[in-house]
């Protein structure tokens, strides 16, 4: 375990950043106090999920007993080397590591919780979707159980309907319709003591060209998926089209390579994709450009923006919800930048007013940040701090407590715990 501060190096260094925020005295300026600490893990980490009581943390890691690997994650060696989830306990406010369940050597990328915390699925590369007991994972028993997605799915992301009926999962690589990019439709199917033994997958719905991830609105009525580029030999309706911001040609994957097109966001009918009658190409309600390898989204807790990294564009992108289906050529509010390079994870906290940005810098093979953005209602987004991180920051979750970020430093293969709290000054001047 390693202690970080940006100033100086001790446990309880910490670090001020000024904003002014909406629930506060306008005249008075909130203080944040932030404390990081990073933990090792036995592989390349992608995602982390804390469980409702906080007592426990999983992360996903990948190339467990080999060594890192900078091409893409469908192109890694997988000989010699195992994926699975590493569990972290809470002992007094510090992580200490106790188990790694192993879901064999394809992959283990994202991570959800169905409600009530009792499952964990896991996006498990060419083996699909991962479902684990929690309790069975902590006891060291946990025998993971998989709903394909077709060869070389590449499974990524993942989410699971409130009512804890279905998952979605962002199959990035699977073929589906000569699109090179899906989503796959899990029928739960849990027991009545509520483990899953027997999940299904229903449907599969062709996104286009490499389709990394996705989220559900706060809802559960809508679907969001990025996908990453526009097939080249598309007939797919995008809308966005006139917006140089949004549709572009110029558009790099990575260094060195060869230009190309602009990614979209689509959005997608819950109801219509769980039923059969309606699933596939009849669930999808629009499909919106979003710039340069869109990456990841999150919605606001009122419905009223969509925030989507576009990675090749070093910016985050805002999209009004209501306006992706009923205007989609009119959707798009603004673009922000990130803060840094090649921005990935996003996270809204702090009742929507923060937004937390990996910026993974991804194709420098150096050290990425953690952006703090003020997006906040009464004021223009507006960049508070950046904060170093390690090698490829890739994902950002939040804890129980709602004060808590786990940011996954992929290449460092470290857990970095980011505690965000406002000063107790500042707390005092609340109206």
């Known amino acids: 375990m390693t202690i970080h501060s940006t100033t100086i190096s001790v446990v309880k260094s910490v670090l001020t950043i000024a904003i002014v925020s909406s629930f506060i005295t306008p005249a008075i300026a909130q203080t944040l106090t932030v404390n990081s600490v990073n933990y090792s893990t036995v592989g390349n980490p992608t995602s982390a999920v804390e469980t409702p009581d906080g007592r426990y943390v999983f992360v996903s890691v990948t190339n467990v007993g080999g060594p890192n690997f900078s091409g893409p994650d469908s192109t890694a060696p997988r000989k010699g080397v195992v994926s699975g989830v590493q569990i972290f306990q809470d002992v007094g406010g510090t992580l200490t590591s106790v188990g790694l369940i192993r879901l064999g050597n394809s992959g283990a990328n994202g991570l959800t919780l169905l409600p009530g915390g009792k499952t964990l699925v896991i996006g498990a590369g060419d083996d699909g979707v991962a479902f684990i007991d929690v309790q069975d994972a902590i006891h060291g028993t946990a025998k993971p159980v998989f709903a394909a997605q077709g060869d070389g799915a590449?499974?990524?992301d993942v989410v699971a309907t409130p009512d804890g009926r279905y998952?979605?999962?962002a199959n990035e690589y699977g073929v589906i319709a000569q699109q090179r990019g899906n989503v796959g439709v899990i029928a739960v199917q849990a027991d009545a003591s509520g483990r899953v033994t027997q999940p299904v997958t229903i449907e599969q719905i062709p996104l286009g060209n490499v389709v990394p991830s996705l989220t559900l609105s706060r809802d559960g009525a809508r679907l969001?998926?990025?996908?990453e580029l526009v097939p080249s030999k598309s007939a797919?309706?995008?809308?966005?089209?006139?917006?140089?911001?949004?549709?572009?040609?110029?558009?790099?994957?990575?260094?060195?390579?060869r230009a190309g097109s602009n990614g979209f966001i689509t959005t997608i009918d819950v109801l219509r994709a769980e039923t059969s009658e309606y699933a596939g190409q009849d669930a999808i309600l629009s499909r919106v450009a979003a710039g340069c390898s869109p990456?990841?989204?999150?919605?606001?807790?009122?419905?009223?923006?969509?925030?989507?990294?576009?990675?090749?564009?070093?910016?985050v992108l805002q999209f009004s919800p209501a306006l992706?289906?009923?205007?989609?050529?009119?959707?798009f509010q603004r673009s922000i930048p990130s803060g840094g390079d090649?921005?990935?994870?996003?996270l809204l906290f702090d009742q929507d007013r923060l937004l937390a940005v990996a910026n993974s810098n991804r194709f420098a093979d150096s050290s990425g940040s953690l952006a703090f953005l003020s997006v906040s209602k009464s004021s223009s987004p507006s960049l508070l701090k950046t904060l170093p991180a390690g090698i490829f920051p890739r994902n950002i979750s939040l804890a129980s407590d709602g004060r808590s970020l786990y940011l996954t430093n992929y290449t460092s293969r470290s857990l970095e715990r980011v505690i965000v709290a406002p000063s107790p000054i500042t707390m005092a001047t609340r109206n």
Do not use: M
Not at 224 to 227: D, I, Q
Not at 237 to 247: D, F, K, M, R
């Open 154 to 156: 590449g499974t990524f």
């Open 342 to 346: 090649a921005a990935v994870g996003l």
């Open 236 to 257: 797919l309706q995008i809308a966005g089209t006139s917006n140089p911001v949004l549709t572009k040609n110029d558009c790099v994957q990575a260094k060195e390579s």
């Open 295 to 315: 990456v990841r989204l999150v919605e606001s807790a009122d419905a009223s923006s969509i925030f989507v990294s576009a990675r090749g564009d070093n910016s």
């Open 224 to 227: 969001y998926v990025t996908t």
């Open 324 to 331: 992706l289906e009923s205007d989609p050529d009119h959707a």
């Open 167 to 169: 998952v979605f999962s």
